[in-house]
Each structure stands twice: as C-alpha cells, then as structure tokens.
C-alpha cells in the first residue's frame, strides 16, 4: 500500500494507493439499466474511435497486474491547466479548420454564454447543433492528425506535473488508469497515448466512412454521463468499483466521483471542496497561487478573444463552454 509522495503538490492528507484489500471508503452512487445502457454507448463509441481497441498503451514491463483497479482521472484543470477543448479549437482555427463565416452567430452567443454564466437553453441547443453541422463530412483522420500537433506544441505544456505523476504511480502499482473527460474522444486518445495511459473515454461525435456524420453518439460525456460510461467500462473490463478511484477537480463529477470506493478533490471548485470536507476525501493541489475564479475569468477572457477575433469553435469547444457555465 504505497503513499504517494511529491514535492510539486500538496495534500490535505495522505494519498494513498488503493490496494484490492482496502474496503469501499463510501456508498456507491446506483447506475439504473437506462444509464448503463447509455454507458456502454459511449464505451462503443471510444472503442470505434481508437480503431476497434479500448486498451491504447500496454501496462508496464516487470509490474505486476491489479486487472480489478483502475484509477479514473477527468482532464481540464485536474491533468491539464484550463479547458483543452478550448486550446484545440483555438488551435485548428489557426490552421484553418474553421473559418470566421463558419461560425459567427455561434460564436457571439457561446462568447456571451461563458463570459455572462447564464445559461440559454435555445441558444446551447441550437449552438451544439451548429457545431456538428460545421464538422459534418470532415475527415476524422485530418482531426487526429491535427489534434497530434496541437497536443505537442500547445497543450502539453500545460499537464501540471504532480498529477503526470499520480497516474504513473498507479501505473507502477500495476493500476489501470484511464482519462475520462468531456472533451472529443480523439484529443483524449491522442492524450491518453501519449502519457502511457490505459486508455481514454470522452464525448464521441459519429463517424461513418472516415468522416463526421455530423451526430454525436450518446451526447457530451459531462456529470452524470461519466459516471455510465465508467460503470460500463468497469462492466466490459472487469474492475470492481469499490476498489477503484477517480480524481477530478469539479463538481460536476460528483457521480462518477461517488460511483467508486475512493475519490479524490484535484484543484477542486468551491462546491466540491466543500464536500470533500464533508465527506473525509482527500485533497490535492497542484496549482501554485492561481484560485479556481482567476483561472476561469482569464479562460473566459481568452475564449471570448479567440472566438470573435480567430471563429475558434466548434463541436470540439462545446464540452469547455458546458463545464465553465456549470462550475458557476
């Protein structure tokens, strides 16, 4: 049972790696047949995505298995600083993916959705629904592709090296270890790979004959869709929860958080500090003196900047522009 230790975060108390011995440290959050069902659609989806696989890197050499523990990490602000939707849309809009006439009504209402907090459902109905109509027909190779290079030149740059570190050691541990995030599933399998992870679920847009269909399978993996696709996933792969952990920084997380025998507050937001203190969880903090609020008004600054100076949206900024409005 080893603590893991590092001098690039601090803790609240200990962390400890989870062993197959260690009891649930909580009551499980109940996956009815309905979101299971919707879990394993979004599992489906990934394993598409990733060419008819789920596993994207072997575990490592020499390390003995626990095939029944996995460690579940979300992404934005607990892997990476900030939204990685955001520095992907950003980043295929400078290489010309999108085009400012592509765009431009979504864009004013999704730049006045993040900077005002007040959520439109006709507006994020109808701007999801143009985001899809503008990555419709587009090669899904092209966006790996791209997604490969923004990932090396722009995104990683920004892992916080503590939690880089709290996955290997779960690696070390012979852990399973996974990213589960809203973002596209093809910049999280991009990501997963190259950090040597188990492998990755996020949200799936369909593909049909290499190319965007235009329709997401299931809809963004954000909250509770999170919370089906790990149970779908620990179903298909084997893992009892109990003995299972999860790592975010929001509270929007809270269902997959409560759904396994240990969870952990990264970074956390105001609401789920508080429930981490409720409820005995452990507490990590990798950022240096940036607090949450700072962190998302120069986010929402630079998205605002981005989309009605460069038209950086589409599909791919919806998961960053859902999570920033419901973390207020």
């Known amino acids: 049972m080893g603590e893991i230790k590092s001098t690039a975060f601090r803790v609240s108390q200990p962390i400890q790696i989870i062993q197959p011995t260690q009891p649930s440290q909580h009551s499980f959050s109940p996956v009815t047949p309905t979101q299971l069902e919707s879990g394993r659609a979004s599992v489906h989806g990934a394993w598409l995505a990733a060419g008819g696989t789920l596993r994207l890197s072997p575990p490592k050499a020499d390390v ?146 290499g190319r965007f269909t235009g329709r997401l399978v299931g809809d963004i993996l954000h909250g509770p869709e999170k919370r089906d696709a790990v149970a779908a996933l620990a179903e298909q792969q084997g893992y009892d929860l109990s003995r299972c952990v999860a790592y975010s920084d929001s509270f929007n997380d809270m269902p997959l958080l409560s759904l396994v025998g240990r969870a952990v507050a990264v970074n956390a ?41 460069a038209g950086a949206v589409g599909w791919f900024l919806l998961p960053a522009l859902t999570g920033a409005l419901s973390r207020r």
């Open 269 to 309: 937001d105001p609401r789920l500090a508080e429930a981490a203190r409720e409820r005995g969880w452990p507490t990590v903090e990798y950022r240096k003196h940036d607090p949450k609020r700072t962190l998302l008004a120069a986010e929402a600054s630079a998205t605002a900047a981005g989309l009605l100076a």
């Open 64 to 209: 003995p298995q626990t095939p029944s523990t996995a460690a579940f990490f979300d992404l934005d602000n607990t892997i990476i600083k900030g939204a990685s939707s955001l520095w992907l849309a950003l980043g295929l809009a400078s290489r010309r993916f999108f085009t400012v006439g592509d765009i431009a009504g979504f864009a004013w209402k999704q730049a006045k959705f993040i900077l005002s907090g007040t959520e439109s459902q006709p507006d994020i109905a109808s701007g999801k629904q143009r985001a899809l109509e503008i990555v419709r027909g587009r090669s899904e190779a092209e966006v790996v592709a791209l997604t490969e290079e923004i990932w090396e030149s722009t995104i990683a740059q920004r892992i916080f090296p503590g939690a880089r570190e709290l996955a290997e050691a779960h690696l070390e541990a012979g852990h399973s270890v996974w990213l589960v995030t809203a973002a596209p599933v093809q910049l999280a399998q991009v990501i997963a790979r190259a950090l040597g992870f188990t492998g990755a679920l996020g949200t799936v847009a369909e593909v049909s004959d």
